[in-house]
């Protein structure tokens, strides 16, 4: 079965300060690998995804995150946040045999200034 | 566009009762999903549809119903609630099954 582990509950960083969020996930496949964002009482909105290609993946907001395949990993990493990027981070990982996403429990990042 | 719209934004029901939520979409996608989201817990898939007449059990469907008559709606039935499925439920959708899914802005559900 398929699963993801965000090992960090909890994140504060400074504004201006990079921010990293670890995503190791469990697929007996390619793994089709996905990082939302949910901003206080507000849907889940798409920061980028990995299907293939380039193990490097930008993404909105100034993200981007890496596919490493002998680490089972697809960490989050920003070179600067902003107060703006205060929110819940959720890893999520699919594959091609059907469409069933499986969601991390979430790292929710506080921004101090 | 719309996009994603659900209704109701927040439900209080008693045990044993039954009620739908809606979720529609106007963006002529495929493929929607329900998902529900609980502390600590992440999202856990619910059920999906990879289209109109097409749905499929995902991690949690126990007490749970759907049906897709158009493309537009997919709502989810709890036919008789209890309080453990006490919960925030998102419902999304995409054009394809692995296309960026566009999420609604949630039902809060409470179950007394």
């Known amino acids: 079965a398929q699963s993801v582990t965000q090992p960090d509950i909890h994140i504060t960083v400074s504004e201006g300060a990079s921010l990293e969020l670890r995503c190791n996930y469990s697929?007996?496949?390619?793994?089709?690998l996905f990082w939302y964002v949910q901003s206080p009482g507000q849907g889940l909105q798409l920061l980028l995804k990995?299907?293939?290609?380039?193990?490097l993946v930008q993404g909105i907001k100034g993200f981007e995150a890496e596919f490493k395949r002998s680490q089972s990993s697809f960490n989050l990493r920003k070179p600067s946040v902003h107060w703006s990027d205060a929110a819940e981070y959720f890893c999520a990982v699919g594959g091609s045999s059907d469409y069933k996403l499986s969601f991390g429990a979430g790292t929710t990042v506080t921004v101090r200034a | 566009n719309a996009g994603v719209t659900q209704t109701p934004k927040f439900q209080v029901l008693k045990t044993g009762q039954s009620m739908t939520l809606q979720c529609a979409q106007d963006?002529?996608?495929?493929?929607m999903s329900w998902y529900r989201q609980d502390p600590g817990m992440g999202l856990r898939l619910i059920h999906y549809?990879?289209?109109?007449?097409?749905?499929d059990q995902g991690e949690v469907p126990n007490g749970y119903n759907v049906s897709r008559s158009t493309t537009e709606d997919f709502p989810l039935r709890l036919l008789s609630a209890a309080p453990s499925q006490t919960s925030v439920y998102f419902c999304a959708s995409s054009r394809t099954g692995w296309e960026t899914q566009y999420f609604g802005p949630g039902t809060r559900l409470l179950v007394l």
């Open positions: 963006m002529n996608h495929e493929y």
């Open positions: 549809s990879v289209g109109a007449g097409i749905t």
């Open positions: 990995y299907f293939s290609g380039d193990t």
């Open positions: 697929y007996g496949a390619t793994p089709y």
